[in-house]
């Protein structure tokens, strides 16, 4: 089976993803700038870091399928467990700001954005399982250092924001959303793993 009808799938589901997050902003009551921060800043935040990781994994997801050959029904079933999580970043990202970045609502945003980083390497993973160890996606991702660091980072954030409660909430949470921030930062740059394999095939192959 060719990527193209699964890729053309996930393109959707991610751009109704970022279309129900925007549509989540409320609109300022009034017309200047303290009105703007006032109505929309904390919604404005939380939309810009769920936006930037929807983005993220929309490039990874693309750079990947260009060294994957064949999809499998196992791949299927993998990408739509990546997109399961994916699709509910609108409901925690919306949480997070309607409770002022409440404990509970940052530490299962945290539990979100983990789970679809672990959906991601499942993902991966079956598709170097059907290809073979020898595959081009399975030189490209080597140790992946960066998905092992991201999972860290997830986890500290979501244990610091979850063992923390009263005086020391506030500071839990600022240090959570500092590792949920910090996480997509290592995955800005497209994965140049999987672009310099996509280089270095012979034309046509």
């Known amino acids: 089976m060719p990527t193209t009808r699964l890729e053309a799938f996930s393109d959707g589901v991610l751009a109704i993803v970022i279309t129900i997050?925007?549509?989540?902003?409320?609109?300022?009551t009034g017309d200047d700038l303290a009105a703007l921060r006032h109505s929309t800043g904390s919604g404005l935040l939380t939309y810009l870091i769920s936006f930037v990781y929807v983005g993220i994994y929309w490039n990874n997801h693309h750079h990947m399928f260009q060294v994957t050959e064949q999809i499998t029904s196992s791949t299927l079933w993998a990408n739509l467990h990546l997109l399961f999580w994916l699709s509910l970043l609108p409901f925690t990202t919306a949480w997070v700001d309607t409770t002022g970045f409440a404990r509970t609502p940052v530490t299962s945003y945290g539990v979100n954005l983990l789970a679809a980083g672990v959906a991601y390497v499942v993902l991966q993973q079956v598709i170097i399982r059907s290809q073979g160890p020898d595959s081009a996606l399975r030189h490209a991702v080597g140790r992946d250092t960066k998905a092992k660091v991201s999972v860290l980072?997830?986890?500290?954030?979501?244990?610091?924001?979850?063992?923390?409660?009263?005086?020391?909430?506030?500071?839990?949470?600022?240090?959570a959303m500092a590792c949920f921030v910090v996480a997509p930062v290592l995955w800005l740059i497209p994965d140049r793993r999987i672009t310099r394999v996509i280089a270095e095939r012979p034309a046509g192959g």
């Open 21 to 28: 997050m925007v549509l989540d902003l409320k609109v300022p």
């Open 153 to 175: 980072l997830y986890l500290a954030g979501i244990g610091v924001c979850g063992a923390l409660g009263g005086v020391a909430a506030p500071v839990a949470i600022i240090v």
